[in-house]
């Protein structure tokens, strides 16, 4: 048999891992997330030795130290970076495409959120451009509370 | 420690889909070239490892369904589920220890069984990135943004840079992509996320990759052309696109330097011949180059489209293939084949050729390895 008549015959069975999982944000992501629904507030944690400012709260990556002073940080911040998403992956978006992901560094912050952008055309967006965030008016304590960042308005 | 020599290595032809093979079956498709080419058996295999990811898979212990194909049962074999230029690390270290003469390293991906764009976002935090729909176009995309505002580049270089790669890879029979695409073709291809495009980005590929290791006073048992492990060096950087400047890696940067010190090398730029890089993207081609020291930061394109002294992804990097955790094999079976060549037909004779192979774990380099080999 050729190995193109050998390919035709090859059989695949489909199939799908279906498996719900429960994931704790954790102390510390839990503590943020409460701040988010209860209070619509941001929160980072610093570091005691390098004194930057993480958020979402973490332990500090350069030094290795956990921080203990929690700081309101935002709510305006300065656009990083940004993707305007094209291709649907409907199973993970919960955006129609197109949708603007940005990486956010929050006022008082040291590291960026990744968030989404919205109210703004693409073509207005640029590095450097001053956001908001826009609440949800239902939270649940989930980075979904955050609808999306905005322009700051003048 | 002993020195440690690759004296042997096979790679699939890589394609979009090879759905006449399970994955054990693609495995045995270089295990088997590679003892043939060294006229081994599986008994001259004393430990094997190997690299593979469950979720491409879609099985737990991916490695248990490769036992077999790989001479396995009744020694030991470990996975590990990175790229396989790590998974070299752990066979160089068992070969270096002198707890075992040879070592099997083998990688597979077989990414058109699975949805790679759900296996991305499941590789992202569960709480602060996966519900923001991450893959890892998006993050690519982010990378490539800000590299370009960072160093004031136009979005027209990531399609020149992608168009040399392609062709280097039109030349490799190895390869997915071998169509030689032009940079209008890149830069008239989809746009993914903004301001990567279809072609400026890595092709999802099946295939695979072995490299048969063994200790310096059994090297010449299998071959008269060792290659040499010189050094390697390996570093983590952080998860988020958010927690690191994405124009740059430190990561790199200190896996490099490790690797470098490791084979004494001082002048590295000067010194290799030849180096292969794993970049999911064109902005990743030339910024994958500055992060080794091959040229200045912000620079990586002007390099690459000048005259260099070192051959710079020769077969064309991962957008020419890139078959999940196989590709950083791939990079360093390039490299030995291109130094194996380099010194012609006889043992080098005189002075070393030096290449370097780089893998990664994590779409936008979170987890980078440097390895430096010579004749």
């Known amino acids: ?154 | 420690m002993e020195p440690v020599a690759i004296v042997g290595w096979a790679q699939t032809v890589h394609e979009k889909s090879k759905p006449d093979l399970n994955y054990a079956e693609l495995v045995y498709e270089v295990v088997q070239p590679l003892m043939e080419s060294l006229s081994i058996s599986y008994s001259d295999i004393e430990t094997v490892v190997s690299a593979s990811s469950d979720f491409s898979d879609g099985r737990t212990i991916s490695n248990m369904a490769i036992q077999d194909v790989v001479g396995a049962p009744l020694k030991s074999e470990s996975k590990v589920s990175m790229d396989g230029a790590f998974a070299l690390v752990y066979g160089y270290a068992r070969v270096a220890s002198g707890a075992f003469k040879t070592a099997l390293v083998v990688a597979h991906g077989k990414l058109s069984e699975g949805e790679p764009r759900l296996i991305a976002n499941a590789a992202w935090d569960p709480i602060f990135l996966r519900p923001l729909g991450l893959d890892d176009h998006t993050a690519l995309g982010l990378q490539a943004r800000r590299y370009l505002d960072r160093h004031n580049l136009k979005e027209d270089l990531l399609s020149e840079i992608a168009a040399l790669s392609y062709a280097a890879s039109s030349q490799n029979a190895y390869a997915h992509r071998r169509e030689g695409y032009t940079r209008e073709m890149v830069c008239t291809s989809e746009l993914l996320a903004d301001p990567l495009r279809a072609l400026q980005v890595a092709p999802e590929s099946d295939g695979a990759c072995a490299i048969l290791l063994a200790s310096g006073e059994r090297a010449a048992q299998f071959t008269s052309k060792p290659i040499w492990l010189r050094g390697v060096g390996s570093c983590y950087d952080a998860h988020s696109p958010g927690q690191r400047d994405l124009a740059e890696s430190m990561a790199l940067r200190q896996a490099a330097r490790e690797a470098y010190g490791r084979a004494e090398m001082s002048h590295p730029a000067e010194e290799l011949a030849v180096a292969e890089v794993l970049d999911l993207s064109s902005c990743q081609t030339m910024l994958w180059a500055e992060e080794l020291g091959l040229c200045p930061s912000g620079r990586g394109g002007e390099w690459l489209l000048g005259q260099r002294s070192a051959s710079y992804n020769p077969s064309g990097g991962a957008l020419g293939a890139q078959p999940g955790f196989a590709t950083g094999l791939v990079r360093i079976t390039e490299v030995a084949q291109y130094l194996r060549n380099a010194a012609g037909g006889s043992s080098a004779p005189g002075r070393r050729v030096y290449g370097l192979a780089h893998g990664m774990t994590g779409c936008i380099g979170q987890a980078h390895c440097v390895w430096i080999l010579s004749t």
């Open chain 1, 1 to 154: 048999m050729s190995s193109e008549q050998e390919r035709s015959i090859a059989i695949t069975c489909p199939g799908q891992i279906k498996i719900p999982y429960t994931w704790p944000a954790g102390q510390a992501g839990s503590r943020f997330l409460v701040a988010l629904r209860d209070r619509m507030q941001l929160l980072g944690v610093r570091c005691p030795a390098c004194q930057k400012v993480w958020v979402p709260p973490i332990r500090c990556l350069t030094c290795h130290q956990i921080g203990t002073e929690w700081v309101q940080v935002g709510p305006q911040g300065t656009l990083e970076t940004w993707t305007i998403v094209r291709t649907s992956v409907p199973s993970i978006q919960v955006l129609p495409v197109p949708y603007a992901t940005g990486v956010i560094r929050l006022d008082g912050a040291d590291t960026g959120l990744v968030h989404f952008l919205g109210g703004v055309e693409f073509s207005k967006l640029f590095s450097g451009l001053r956001v908001e965030p826009v609440f949800n008016a239902q939270r649940r304590g989930h980075i979904l509370d955050i609808c999306y960042f905005q322009p700051v308005s003048t």
